[in-house]
């Protein structure tokens, strides 16, 4: 089923490989595993991680004869770290995902996003579906749907307090997350049974300079007019939601079906945390090939 081509500059075969690619002045890190000829999936990781994330899936997907890409997302790779709050807006991502597409040879991908990559992902679908085969968005539904849960689902507003303090200015909220040796950045992370070096690996990386102020950049750039503006998906699409998520209610997934136009699947992990790529990798990764299935 993986085994369709696209076209590759890039030959990755066996084991996760690291490589480098240039979209304009930016340069991404990434992560590529799967057979060069293997139908491509792209992995889109959100914060406060990086493409580390998507190894067990990647694995998985490996295996049953896909290419994964896994790029380190605008500001998390040291290439691609501009300084401007601005630059971090879902339009200059998106079109900074399309590059590497582009600069890749691909016309069509299967895109997986977690959490702010299944907001790239989205609007990825929304605003480019010719690029897009089929989307799994994990985590993070459709942002009208969010959009919707933030201002109406008491439950969703109380998960998302956590904004408020991300989108300080003036460098507030970086000495939160890294006082006492990041230990409120660490434990962001706690309860997912992620592996401890992953952690510290996040947690390194976003300690270097200016690489934590970029990540929240992210969200200082939240627009809900670029939100607004979004088509219903009409590509083939997989929600998958968790019910243990800290940070995203059952109001906002339930309602994202009514903002995809093509075949749609709501997938529901009981008990699993909001870091489902590394805490249910193999419930995902079928989610994942059974999604591709259907395209």
Same mark, same amino acid.
């Given at each position: 089923? %993986?085994?369709?081509? @696209?076209?590759?500059?890039?030959?990755?075969?066996?084991?996760?490989? @690291?490589?480098? !690619?240039?979209?304009?002045?930016?340069?991404?890190?990434?992560?590529?595993?799967?057979?060069?000829?293997?139908?491509?999936?792209?992995?889109?990781?959100?914060?406060?991680?990086?493409?580390?994330?998507?190894?067990?899936?990647?694995?998985?997907?490996?295996?049953?004869? %896909?290419? %994964? !890409?896994?790029?380190?997302?605008?500001?998390?790779?040291?290439?691609?770290?501009?300084?401007?709050?601005?630059?971090?807006?879902?339009?200059?991502?998106?079109?900074?995902?399309?590059?590497? #597409?582009?600069?890749?040879?691909?016309?069509?991908?299967?895109?997986?996003?977690?959490?702010?990559?299944?907001?790239?992902?989205?609007?990825?679908?929304?605003?480019?579906? =010719? /690029?897009? /085969?089929?989307?799994?968005?994990?985590?993070?539904?459709?942002?009208?749907?969010?959009?919707?849960?933030?201002?109406?689902?008491? =439950?969703?507003?109380? &998960?998302?307090?956590?904004?408020?303090?991300?989108?300080?200015?003036?460098? &507030?909220?970086?000495?939160? #997350?890294?006082?006492?040796?990041?230990?409120?950045?660490?434990?962001?992370?706690?309860?997912?049974?992620?592996?401890?070096?992953?952690?510290? =690996?996040?947690?390194?990386? #976003?300690?270097?300079?200016?690489?934590?102020?970029?990540?929240?950049?992210?969200?200082?750039?939240?627009?809900?007019?670029? *939100?607004?503006?979004?088509?219903?998906?009409?590509?083939?699409?997989?929600?998958?939601?968790?019910?243990?998520?800290?940070?995203?209610?059952?109001?906002? *997934?339930?309602? %994202?079906?009514?903002?995809?136009?093509?075949?749609? /699947?709501?997938? =529901? #992990?009981?008990?699993?945390?909001?870091?489902?790529?590394?805490?249910?990798?193999?419930?995902?990764?079928? *989610? !994942?090939?059974?999604?591709?299935?259907?395209?």
């Amino acid at each position: 089923m %993986c085994g369709q081509p @696209g076209r590759q500059r890039n030959r990755v075969v066996g084991s996760v490989r @690291g490589m480098q !690619i240039t979209v304009g002045e930016m340069v991404y890190d990434a992560r590529v595993s799967g057979p060069e000829d293997g139908r491509p999936v792209l992995l889109l990781h959100g914060f406060p991680q990086n493409s580390r994330s998507w190894d067990a899936v990647a694995t998985l997907l490996a295996d049953a004869g %896909c290419r %994964c !890409i896994a790029p380190d997302q605008r500001g998390y790779s040291p290439g691609a770290r501009p300084l401007a709050v601005e630059d971090y807006a879902m339009w200059p991502i998106v079109t900074d995902t399309v590059g590497m #597409l582009d600069g890749l040879g691909l016309d069509r991908v299967d895109v997986v996003g977690h959490d702010w990559g299944a907001n790239v992902g989205w609007m990825l679908a929304s605003w480019h579906p =010719e /690029r897009v /085969r089929t989307l799994t968005a994990v985590s993070v539904p459709h942002p009208l749907a969010y959009g919707w849960a933030f201002r109406h689902d008491p =439950e969703q507003q109380q &998960k998302a307090t956590y904004i408020a303090l991300f989108r300080l200015p003036g460098g &507030k909220a970086e000495e939160v #997350l890294l006082a006492d040796g990041a230990r409120r950045l660490r434990r962001m992370l706690d309860g997912g049974d992620l592996d401890p070096d992953a952690i510290e =690996e996040y947690v390194a990386a #976003l300690s270097q300079p200016g690489a934590l102020t970029a990540a929240l950049n992210w969200y200082r750039a939240m627009s809900a007019r670029q *939100a607004a503006q979004l088509e219903p998906v009409g590509v083939p699409t997989t929600y998958v939601w968790s019910s243990g998520d800290a940070a995203l209610a059952r109001a906002g *997934a339930e309602r %994202c079906g009514a903002h995809v136009s093509a075949d749609y /699947r709501f997938v =529901e #992990l009981d008990g699993v945390s909001h870091w489902i790529p590394e805490q249910a990798p193999d419930a995902l990764t079928a *989610a !994942i090939l059974e999604r591709m299935a259907t395209a």
